[in-house]
């Protein structure tokens, strides 16, 4: 069943890389496949059976380097399940934003297919050398979505984003061969593993090792300060690439604090929890204030991820504080993170997503150029409205409910996180710093009174569509040119007839 | 003798096929020399054939126990002469019509027994024989295409293999007169009452003079001259097949010198000293052969790290061993698309392969990434299991440095993976023309798929080596 789920889009990606597959078949295979992939995840929901404690639903396992104690074992859980359903729908509503892709769409559909491929492959991987596999092959694939398709510098960020989480990624393979090595008889099982773990009462072990996984997770998450990455990669990827990159691949830095750092380094964790809460709470003030300060609509949504995996990192932190006394706080805690992981997932993608599609009209992300769309594009407006209120974590949104679950877990215990508890509304400061951030966000593009580049940007919807190749200076030009003709002689229906505009 | 003959029948019919092509080649046609092609080829699969029935067989030893059949020369067999027909490959569209075309047949195949008896050996006076086998067909190989850099390099490569020749020999004399044998199987109870500092010279000079063959720091200074100044064929063959027997024969040597945690860490530190100068070395270069070369100095740091603990951990001689036959493949992927591609030399000249080699680009892709040990790929095991054994054997230091190597060494293999997705209009300059052949491609592209398929099959593969 979940062999399905992550080899499907793999064979569908090696047939698509052939060249004799046309580009309208790719685009509808991608659409297709994505949607059965939702389906193969909720029939997937819709039989998972609790697993006793420690075990995992839907398990398959085949050996694969016996000789290392490295098996193909996959599995999921309460906690992986969200967030396997969560991957396919981002990847189908890619797929679906993806049927406008006029650049070697082929291409694009097989490599995002490889990529969603990769992307359940790590949440369901129940063995470290597996989720390393895929862990890696995340990093590859985004590589070349952003090399491939982006715009702007986009050879430069990449090559930088790779090189940033590859960093990552091996120090994270550096903390796997310490579990290896310490774990007796030597396994990469993660089920094992979680359930003897090593190095128990070897402080300085335990300890390098779990620095070693911090260090690898942050990176990927990412949390301050290993950040720096995440900005431009986003803002130089394409649209979809985005949407994947913060819907899906930051997870997987955040997952792995859940299923790999806490339950298999237990005493290192709870020693240093106060380092990881200290970690998410500057990257959740971090990437709140930086993102108030930021004119590109993708930097600042991008600015905004830094601050929700903040929360993330928090609650996990908090979580390892508590140990095992107060367990109620702890599920509390543990719950808020990974509804946290599933909300910010399907909103920062969503989010992306917008930004893109304002991209292929406009040919820029500048904040202040969108002043007054709300009055000509009203959907889109609702659209981005409901996506940034949730993001914002209103309550009837999804992002209320984590946040409310994190910070009613971490202040339970850590009481220092109380100090954040001065706006009653949201819970404490750091929300309401992430609340004036999405509060510009809402009011500059959709609200605002340069009512001239809105006319363009509804005008030039048709033109952009016509011409196909949408950062044209020439279809740039005209949509400019149509904008002030319709400024200076309105109505508009007027203008057409008189001038031929 | 009959028996012992048949033990080396691998290595006897590498050697008798290079005699058939070096004489053949002077009784053929000029136009026709490609038919020696077919006889090395030939060669070379039957002495695959019969490596893997040998390894197939109980391990023994032959002529007086001075050459060891066991599981580790059955590996190297196996991977020598692979990597010989790959390199046959790559050879057929830069040799073709050249007027030395057999004469390269016959070096490699000669080269390739002498890399073989290097790995099987376990006597000090083999040892020197073999590395005289497989040091003298490089030097002819190095300068046998008579380009404008290649007597530069053919001389340098003469002069060091001179050099570290005579260092190994004169260790290898240090061992003997201290033990009064030759024989490894003996030499270890001889050496342990034998003055500590005299044993560990000779041990030294004669792993130095290995390393040379290994090309791995402080014998390496004729590695990137080589890659660069001679042919693809030479280069991809002196960057693999020479490796592979001198890896296996410096595990077989400090197996039987005491002090197994000196040794280790003797060997961890040169290994640590290869990958970074290895790595430093190659951050700057431009041109893609000589990139190449020193990746390969780094390479052996990794593959010398494994080596260092095939005494302290059970895992470490599987991973060698893995990680050698995994190297080599990418490797000469890496090597066979340099070929295809004969007039692209400088990172710039790659733009636009891309969209001209959609192929050949997934080829150099996947050997990139598999030199940097991206899974699944053979080469993400071998480090994977190298690193574990390190660890293991108690040096993690050995392991961290593999991990921050990596680290660098992705620097310089990105640099090309992004010159060649770069657009070829953005640049506005020549692309090369240059066809390397239908050989050079093809072995670019078995070979990449060969590491992919390495790597997901290494349960089975490791059981075997195990």
Redesign the interface.
Known sequence: MLSVLVFLPLAVAAVLVH?RVGDALARATFVAVSAVEVALAALAWASYETPEAGALAHEERA??????GSSYHVGVDGLSLPLVVMTTLVFLACAVFARREQHRPRLQAALFLFLEAVCLGLFVSADL?LF??FF??SI?AMYFSI??WGHANA?RSA?KF??YT??GS??L??GF??L??ASDP?TFDMVELAAHPPLQGHGVAGGLVLAALLLGLAVKTPTFPFHTWLPPAHSDAPAIGSAVLAGVLLKMGTYGFVRIAMPMLPDAWRAWAWVVIAVGIVSVLWGALVAFAQTDLKRMIAYTSVNHMGYVVLAVGAAGVLGDGADDARRVAITGAVTQMVSHGLLTAALFLLAGSMFDRTGNYDLDAYGGLAGTAPRYATLFTVAAFGSLGLPAFSGFIAEFQILAGSIATVPVTAVRARDPHHGGLVPACAAAGVHRTDHRPLGGVHRRHAAGVGAGRPAAHGVGVHRSAAAHAARRDRARCRRTCRPRGAVSRRDGC | MGADLVALLPEALLFLGGMVTLVGGSFTPRTRQWRMSLVAAAAATASLVAGLVAWAGDPRTAFSGTFTVDGSTGAARVAVTVSLLLILLIASGEVRDHPRESETYSLLLLGGAGALLLAGCTDLALLVVAFLLSSIPLYGLVGIMARPDSPEAALKTYLFGALFGIQLMLGAVLLYGLAGRAGYSALGAELAGAPAAAVSAGGLLVLIGLLFKAGGVPGHFWVPDATQGASVTAAAFLTTVPKIGALVAITRLVAVLPGEVRWATVLGVLAVASMTIGNLAALAQNDVRRLLGWSTVSQVGYLLAAAAVTRLSD?GQ?ALLFFLAGYALTNLAAFAVAAAEPDRRSLEQWAGFATTR?GLTAALVVAL?GL?G???TAV??GK??T??AT??AGL?WL??AV??N??VS??YY?RWI?AA??PAAQLGEGVGTGDGGRGARTAALVAAAATIVMGLA??PL??IL?
């Open positions: 060249p050996p694969w380097i016996p000789g290392v050398i390393f596999v890696d092959l590859v090399s491939g050879a090559l790779f090189l590859f960093l091996l120090a393979l550096l061969v310490g290896y090595v030597h | 895992q599987p959609p990434l940097v991206t899974p699944p993400f095991v994977l299991t690193m574990g660890w293991d993690a392991a961290v991990a921050l990596t680290v992705l620097f990105l992004r997705l770069r290494a349960g490791w059981l195990d």
